[in-house]
């Protein structure tokens, strides 16, 4: 079965610094994968998609890259602060009815 | 618009009691889904509605059960609470965007199972 696989080490950088997650998928490639950021107590909330086709996408100090060669997808945050610290998630969707299968998340730990 | 909305926010149950975690969304979404969140674990789908009046299992539905009611709302119930069921619950309302799926979740439900 497909399955995402985020390093689940806590990731902990110095403020200014760019911040690289990573996310493996298993199997076939994903038409598409997304970025969630989720805040302790807190929902995760939607911040960025890539299509199997794009091989890069921005948004702000965000950079998702999509290299299907190697069945993965890179998350950068550039000129990190610290109120960039959450735990991110990526997931893929898996079949036509929406359905999302996440990765367990990498904790972001952003240091003054 | 108050989005997703999830109640209660927190509760403690002994083993075998039962209970309804409520779902509301007023973002007209189609789609609705029931996760729950264990450290480690990532998010896993219990239930889901892909349309009002349909509901499918997920990877983890034993122990659940879930209603559409109608668009806007999607319980979630407990018959029979079990300490493998202490989890946080997480539900999602999906919005179909230029052909991709984006979810958008409520603030969750802490529940403890004693």
Redesign the interface.
């Known amino acids: 079965s497909q399955k995402i696989e985020q390093n689940s080490e806590a990731l902990n950088i110095q403020e200014g610094k760019t911040a690289t997650l990573t996310c493996n998928y298993t199997n076939y490639s994903p038409a598409y994968l997304q970025w969630y950021r989720q805040d302790p107590g807190r929902g995760p909330v939607f911040l960025l998609l890539i299509r199997e086709n794009e091989k890069e996408k921005r948004k702000e100090r965000l950079k998702v890259t999509f290299d299907t060669t190697l069945k993965q997808s890179l998350f950068h945050i550039t000129a990190s602060q610290p109120a960039d610290s959450a735990t991110y998630l990526c997931a893929q969707s898996s079949s036509n009815t929406g359905k999302l299968i996440f990765g367990q998340g990498t904790t972001l730990q952003v240091k003054p | 618009n108050a989005g ?1 909305t999830q109640t209660p926010k927190f509760q403690v149950l002994k083993t075998g009691q039962s209970m309804t975690l409520q779902c509301a969304q007023d973002m007209n979404h189609n ?1 609705m ?1 029931w996760y729950r969140q264990d450290p ?6 219990i239930y ?1 509605s ?1 349309s009002e009046g349909t509901t ?1 299992k ?1 990877e983890v539905p034993n122990g659940y059960n879930v209603s559409r009611l109608n668009k806007r709302e999607f319980s979630l119930r407990l018959e029979s609470a079990a300490p493998s069921q202490t989890s946080v619950y ?1 539900c ?1 309302g ?1 919005t ?1 965007d230029r052909g ?9 439900t802490r529940l403890t199972v004693l």
Not at chain 2, 40 to 45: Q, T, V
């Open positions: 997703v789609s889904y480690g674990m990532g998010l896993r789908l889901y892909a499918d997920g997480f999602a999906k179909k991709t799926d984006t979810q958008y979740f409520g603030p969750g």
